[in-house]
């Protein structure tokens, strides 16, 4: 009994804590409580807000024009109207305007005189150039080092180019499927008379634009504009087994070939819509698919033919080919042969890797070779303590 008590009375306050004035009122303080910390984080929003907004005014008086003539500096302008900023701009005798805080002066020039900043050379017993490729200008490697390297030092250069960049075909299809990716795919560069120039395998990614994934990216140095790149997307399969496999499983078979390419082919969804409308048998059943449009189909599969229109440039390349030449350096020590005392690390120098974490080590590896290189040197004139 009194178990069944104490359970009744269980269920009493739960009745309680239930009844629809007592939610009503823990609604309302919940909803006091938001109320309270979205003021809160409001007060909070606008003190931040006009911290920020009190640093841009004092940035824009600081760029005020007005606030630079008040601190006595001025606005010199010619005859034209025209601001004046160089002394080959302005002859001796014409008439200058010159705007201060409060108005202006109108004088004549009586002479002029050019300053020039003295050229300032340093010394070092050990230079390392690690300026970078073309890759990343918007970091300061924008390769202009290399042509300096070539025309006062006589170094030799091999031509900068992007590698590890995207590739565009010319009528590309599969726009509308970016993002569908096939793992491990073998493709092959080709002339436009067939002949294979090199094959290889790895990972493609259709974007909305352009082939990428890590198989386009590390083989896009050795491809040009012009050439064809045949993809198999039913790697290690060929296209003598593709139509053996179509005679066999096609005959009665009700499905249709996207639906046959997706769930018995195992390929991506859309691409199998996308390949079956291009062939024009999306609306029938592969049991109605004739000889000549199931060669068709395995020749596409096995073999889709893109024809290179351009590779991405260096503002979507992830590496730099080229640089300083391996001719003429120390390779084990990143030492110049000629210039001795100058070294050349990382991709100032013209080695790449492929994606997936080669280029960094060796931008690593280089630069330890080259400080070890010069410590070296240091111990042997006795200048390291």
Not at 22 to 32: A, D, H, I, P, S
Not at 337 to 346: A, M, Q, S
Request: positive net charge; proline residues 4%; hydrophobic residues 35%.
């Amino acid at each position: 009994m009194e178990f069944a008590r104490g359970r009744i009375r269980e269920y009493q306050l739960q009745l309680k804590a239930l009844h629809p004035k007592n939610q009503l009122l823990q609604k309302r303080q919940y909803l006091t409580d938001l109320e309270e910390e979205l003021e809160r984080q409001m007060q909070e929003k606008l003190r931040e807000r006009r911290y920020q907004v009190s640093l841009y005014a004092e940035k824009l008086k600081g760029l005020s024009p007005l606030e630079k003539l008040s601190q006595g500096f001025s606005h010199v302008a010619d005859a034209e109207g025209r601001t004046v900023t160089d002394v080959n701009r302005i002859q001796v005798g014409e008439l200058v305007t010159i705007h201060v805080k409060n108005g202006r002066i109108v004088a004549q020039v009586k002479e002029k005189e050019e300053w020039t900043q003295p050229k300032k050379s340093y010394r070092c017993q050990n230079l390392v150039i690690a300026t970078g490729g073309c890759s990343y200008a918007g970091t300061g490697s924008d390769g202009k080092m290399l042509n300096i390297l070539s025309r006062d030092l006589n170094i030799d250069i091999e031509e900068p180019r992007p590698v590890l960049t995207p590739v565009y075909v010319e009528d590309y299809e599969f726009k509308d499927l970016s993002g569908v990716s096939f793992r491990n795919i073998e493709a092959y560069i080709e002339t436009e008379d067939g002949k294979r120039l090199r094959g290889f395998a790895g990972d493609l990614l259709f974007t909305s634009k352009t082939l990428s994934g890590p198989a386009i990216l590390n083989n896009s140095r050795y491809m040009r504009p012009g050439m064809i790149l045949s993809v198999n997307f039913l790697t290690p399969a060929d296209e003598p087994k593709i139509t053996e496999r179509f005679k066999r499983d096609f005959p009665g078979n009700g499905r249709s070939p996207q639906t046959y390419m997706s769930e018995n082919l195992g390929l991506p969804k859309r691409f199998a819509q996308a390949i079956a409308c291009k062939l024009s048998v999306s609306d029938r059943k592969v049991s109605q698919i004739t000889g000549k449009q199931m060669r068709s189909l395995s020749e596409v599969l096995t073999g889709y033919k893109f024809k290179i229109r351009k590779l991405g440039g260096f503002s979507e390349a992830m590496a730099t080919g080229g640089g300083v030449s391996l001719c003429h350096k120390t390779s084990a020590v990143m030492e110049h042969e000629v210039h001795k005392g100058l070294y050349f690390i990382g991709e100032a120098v013209d080695v790449d890797g492929d994606t997936g974490g080669y280029n960094l080590p060796f931008a690593y590896s280089s630069a330890k070779a080259a400080a070890h290189n010069i410590s070296a040197g240091e111990f042997l004139r006795g200048t390291k303590k």
